[in-house]
């Protein structure tokens, strides 16, 4: 089993960028794969990105490509999620997520272990 907590959510402007951060316990953080999700007011969970166990491959979404980069740090037990050229769309609660599926679908019920969520706010 794994705890998840998220970190580094706030408030920023268009165009600008943060850094979430989602620190896991557990010896065994570097047998999962992890994903990020996020969830916006009145909307459905969407799937933003995935990381392999070892961070030798990741997965995003359309919406996210070539804006957001998931890395990792097996020896900080650490996942992260950098996300640059943030837009009002953005805006939502970021989940990080962890699964022993090495090769998960994009749906949430491929996870089995979630964080509480931090909450990313971008301003137009």
């Known amino acids: 089993q794994v705890q998840l907590v998220e970190s580094g959510g706030g408030l920023v402007q268009a165009g600008g960028s943060l850094r979430l951060s989602c620190a896991a316990s557990?010896?065994?953080?570097?047998?999962?794969?992890m994903g990020w999700f996020r969830q916006a007011p009145g909307k459905e969970r969407e799937f933003v990105g995935r990381?392999?166990?070892?961070?030798?491959?990741?997965y995003y979404a359309d919406s996210v490509k070539g804006r957001f980069t998931i890395s990792r740090d097996n020896d900080k037990n650490t996942v992260y999620l950098q996300m640059n050229t943030l837009k009002p769309e953005d805006t939502a609660v970021y989940y990080c997520?962890?699964?022993?599926?090495?090769?998960?679908?994009?749906?949430?019920?491929?996870?089995?272990?979630w964080g509480q969520g931090t909450q990313v706010t971008v301003s137009s």
């Open positions: 997520a962890a699964t022993t599926s090495a090769w998960p679908t994009p749906n949430s019920y491929d996870y089995n272990y």
């Open positions: 557990g010896r065994t953080f570097s047998s999962y794969t």
């Open positions: 990381i392999s166990w070892n961070g030798g491959s990741t």
